[in-house]
C-alpha cells in the first residue's frame, strides 16, 4: 500500500525531471528519494522512469501512475479541505456543472439566492458540455448540473428552468452558407430539429463546421463558417446588440439535475434556489 508521499514523490520527479531538484523541492536527500522511487516501483511491479542525457522521463507505465497519482493527491486535499471545513463551520462543499448557456440564463441567479439562504455552504463550479457533464454526474465527480435535456441516465432527476426559442445568427460575411452544428451526441434532438428546419433530414445537416459550444461556433463563424445557431436571447448578453437573429422553429431547454439517490439537503437547498431565484422557462 502506498502513501500520500510516495504519489508526492513521484510527482516531484516528473515536474522537476531531475532528481537532485525533486529531492531538494520535497525536502528529502536525493539517496533517500531514490530508496523510495525503488520501493515504489516494486509495489507496482513496473519501471515508472527512465534516466536519459535530457533528464529523467517517466515511461509508459510511469505516465499511467502519474495520472491517477494527481487524482489521488486532488481527492486527499478535497477530503481534507470538506474536513476542515466542517471543523470551522464552513459547511459542506458542493461541486456544480454548467453549460456555457445556462451560465448566463440560470447559474448567476439561482447561485445568488442559494449564497443568501446557505452563507456556509462552499461550492465549486466547473463548465462543461452536456454530454460532458451528465457523465461527471453519473461518476459522482460533481453533485448538480445546469444541463440541456433530454438526459439519458434513468439515474437522474431533472427540474426545468428555463425554455428560450432558437435563433440564426451570423457573425461573419457568409449568412448563405450552412449552419455551423454541434455533435449529435451532445444535443441529438436539437440537432434533428434543426435538420428539418433547413429542409433535410435528420443528419443529413450538411457538415462544414462543427463545435462542441456555442462560443466555439460564434469563433467558427466570425472566421467565415457560416451562422450558428443559439437561444434567441444569446445576443442579447453575448453578442453585439447590431447582430440581427433569424428565428428558428426550435426550442432550447435548461434544466438542473442531480442523482435522484443524492438526497442530502443542500442538494435540495440548490434546487429549491434556482426555483426562487426567478429563472421562469420563457418563449
Known amino acids: 500500500m502506498l502513501a500520500l ?9 516528473a515536474d522537476e525531471r531531475h532528481f537532485r531538484r525533486a529531492a531538494h523541492r520535497l525536502g528529502v536527500t536525493q539517496p533517500a ?13 513496473a519501471r515508472l522512469f527512465n534516466r536519459g542525457r535530457g533528464g529523467v522521463e517517466p515511461t509508459a507505465a510511469g505516465l499511467a501512475f502519474l495520472e491517477g497519482a494527481r487524482r489521488v493527491l486532488d481527492a486527499a486535499e478535497e477530503t481534507a479541505d470538506a474536513v476542515r471545513g466542517a471543523r470551522d463551520g464552513l459547511g459542506q462543499t458542493l461541486r456544480i456543472g454548467m453549460t456555457q448557456v445556462a451560465a448566463y440564463q440560470v447559474v448567476g441567479p439561482t447561485m445568488a439566492a442559494f449564497r443568501l439562504a446557505n452563507p456556509l455552504a462552499r461550492v465549486r463550479l466547473t463548465e462543461g458540455t452536456t454530454a ?16 440541456h435535456p433530454p438526459l439519458h441516465s434513468s439515474d437522474l432527476s431533472e427540474k426545468k428552468l428555463a425554455e428560450a426559442p432558437m435563433a440564426r445568427f451570423c457573425l461573419g460575411n457568409e449568412p448563405d452558407r450552412p449552419l455551423i452544428r454541434f455533435p449529435k451526441a451532445e444535443a441529438p434532438v436539437l440537432m434533428g430539429g434543426l435538420a428539418r428546419d433547413e429542409g433535410s433530414a435528420p443528419g443529413t445537416l450538411e457538415l462544414l463546421a462543427e463545435a462542441d459550444t456555442i462560443l466555439g461556433a460564434a469563433i467558427l463563424s466570425e472566421a467565415g463558417y457560416g451562422p450558428f445557431p443559439a437561444p434567441a436571447d444569446f445576443a442579447l ?25 443524492d438526497r442530502r439537503p443542500i442538494i435540495r437547498a440548490l434546487v429549491d434556489a434556482a426555483q426562487s431565484a426567478g429563472v421562469a422557462p420563457t418563449r
Do not use: K
Not at 528519494?33 to 515504489?40: P, Y
Not at 460532458?132 to 444541463?147: K, N, P, S, T
Open 5 to 13: 508521499a510516495d504519489y508526492r514523490c513521484a510527482i516531484a520527479i
Open 33 to 45: 528519494l531514490t530508496a523510495r522511487l525503488r520501493r515504489i516501483e516494486e509495489v507496482m511491479g
Open 132 to 147: 460532458a457533464l451528465e457523465g461527471r454526474l453519473e461518476q459522482r465527480h460533481i453533485d448538480v448540473a445546469f444541463i
Open 237 to 261: 448578453r453575448s453578442l453585439d446588440s447590431n447582430t440581427p437573429a433569424v428565428p428558428l422553429r426550435q426550442t432550447f431547454e435548461t434544466c438542473i439535475a442531480w442523482r435522484t439517490l
